[in-house]
């Protein structure tokens, strides 16, 4: 799950990413500081903000879930009013058979409704 600081609303996004030599499937559930009044399409400066994880969990296949966050990971997302993303993900060596994992999260991301893509 990731948390925006003054978060209102929800909405969830679920993306597949490499991890080691297999896929996991990571889900999240965005909170986005957002007053949904009217039928107004969302825009990138509706849920601009700084997100951090709260829940960040694998299962690697036949073994048991881990906890990303409990062994020291951390997965933080800017989301800028241009639909510019920065950030990190780390995951610690010791949950990926003795390879850390830093990647920056620098991309983009659009809105369609109130789904987040991100690119």
Same mark, same amino acid.
Request: glycine content about 12%; proline content about 4%; some cysteine.
């Given at each position: 799950m990731i948390d925006k600081v003054g978060a209102l609303g929800s909405n969830t996004r679920t993306c597949v990413?490499?991890?080691? /030599?297999y896929l996991v499937t990571i889900a999240c559930t965005t909170a986005?500081?957002?007053?949904? /009044?009217g039928s107004d399409p969302l825009e990138a400066a509706d849920i601009a903000g700084n997100y951090s994880a709260t829940t960040l969990t694998v299962t690697p296949p036949g073994q048991p879930t881990?906890?990303? +966050? /409990? /062994?020291g990971g951390i997965l933080t997302v800017v989301l800028a009013t241009d639909g %510019?993303? %920065?950030? +990190? +993900? %780390?995951v610690p060596a010791g949950v990926n058979g003795g390879t850390a994992i830093n990647e920056s999260m620098i991309g983009t991301f659009t809105l369609n409704g109130k789904v987040v893509r991100f690119a």
């Open positions: 990413m490499p991890y080691d /030599a986005v500081g957002v007053g949904c /009044a881990v906890d990303i +966050l /409990a /062994a %510019s993303t %920065s950030g +990190l +993900l %780390s």
